[in-house]
């Protein structure tokens, strides 16, 4: 009996050693706890709302250190606005550290949503959407091919003096400039880049010759183009033969 009885209480000891460290692995021990009553937040700041984002890992904080779910907590912050990416740490004993890389806006996505410097598409709603950004469209697989467009544009039209407020691309291949003056450029499928630098070549001396304004350039003529001034009630086509 007496060795059972070391036996035993050689098992109680180990118990009382090795259940309080499972219970807090599991996070049994510590709920509501050892709370996390710092917030530690690094990156740069000039858009995500920092009140919100104290809001939002409130809950986790209370969770204590050995509760608190960091991926949840990390998941919570990457869906609010402007937040492209956020890591979320806990420092012993109380401190809570987020690290947060905003989106960088670079232009519009259609009407919903924008696109980063880093060409990553997400929600409009709920920002405050900075003015005076191009405006881009296209299949959300064509994004880079869009952008290249818009540089390529923006460099062919910048020795006139105008300046591409928009590109679109639709679904079936076709491009279409907007430029700031509010002159609509339809480029088409075949050959969008040659077509634009034939069109950029001529359009001072075309524009030259007119006090209108120049509201539509069809450029999807074998060898010309369509024009269609503000004041003018039908195109005047330079050349014949669509493509």
């Given at each position: 009996?007496?060795?059972?009885?070391?036996?035993?209480?050689?098992?109680?000891?180990?118990?009382?050693?090795?259940?309080?460290?499972?219970?807090?692995?599991?996070?049994?021990?510590?709920?509501?706890?050892?709370?996390?009553?710092?917030?530690?937040?690094?990156?740069?700041?000039?858009?995500?709302?920092?009140?919100?984002?104290?809001?939002?890992?409130?809950?986790?904080?209370?969770?204590?250190?050995?509760?608190?779910?960091?991926?949840?907590?990390?998941?919570?912050?990457?869906r609010l606005p402007w937040v492209e990416r956020a890591e979320v740490r806990k420092r012993w004993p109380d401190i809570l550290e987020v690290h947060v890389v905003e989106h960088r806006p670079f232009a519009r996505?259609?009407?919903?949503?924008?696109?980063?410097?880093?060409?990553?598409?997400?929600?409009?709603?709920?920002?405050?959407?900075?003015?005076?950004?191009?405006?881009?469209?296209?299949?959300?697989?064509?994004?880079?091919?869009?952008?290249?467009?818009?540089?390529?544009?923006?460099?062919?039209?910048?020795?006139?003096?105008?300046?591409?407020?928009?590109?679109?691309?639709?679904?079936?291949?076709?491009?279409?400039?907007?430029?700031?003056?509010?002159?609509?450029?339809?480029?088409?499928?075949?050959?969008?880049?040659?077509?634009?630098?034939?069109?950029?070549?001529?359009?001072?001396?075309?524009?030259?010759?007119?006090?209108?304004?120049?509201?539509?350039?069809?450029?999807?003529?074998?060898?010309?183009?369509?024009?269609?001034w503000a004041s003018a009630a039908a195109p005047n086509p330079q050349s014949q033969g669509q493509s």
């Open positions: 009996m007496s060795a059972l009885a070391r036996l035993l209480g050689w098992i109680l000891a180990v118990a009382l050693v090795v259940l309080p460290v499972v219970a807090v692995l599991k996070g049994w021990v510590g709920q509501e706890q050892w709370p996390l009553t710092r917030l530690r937040a690094t990156g740069e700041f000039e858009r995500v709302d920092a009140a919100l984002l104290q809001r939002t890992l409130l809950p986790y904080a209370r969770q204590g250190f050995f509760a608190v779910r960091l991926e949840d907590a990390q998941q919570a912050v990457s996505w259609g009407q919903e949503r924008l696109l980063s410097e880093q060409g990553r598409l997400f929600p409009a709603s709920g920002v405050e959407v900075p003015d005076n950004l191009p405006e881009l469209d296209g299949p959300d697989t064509r994004v880079s091919d869009v952008v290249r467009f818009y540089n390529d544009s923006r460099e062919l039209f910048a020795p006139m003096g105008a300046t591409v407020r928009s590109v679109a691309l639709d679904a079936r291949g076709s491009w279409q400039v907007r430029l700031a003056s509010g002159t609509d450029v339809v480029v088409g499928r075949d050959h969008a880049q040659e077509r634009l630098r034939r069109f950029v070549r001529v359009a001072p001396q075309l524009m030259a010759h007119r006090v209108e304004p120049l509201a539509r350039a069809d450029l999807r003529y074998t060898n010309g183009f369509s024009l269609t």
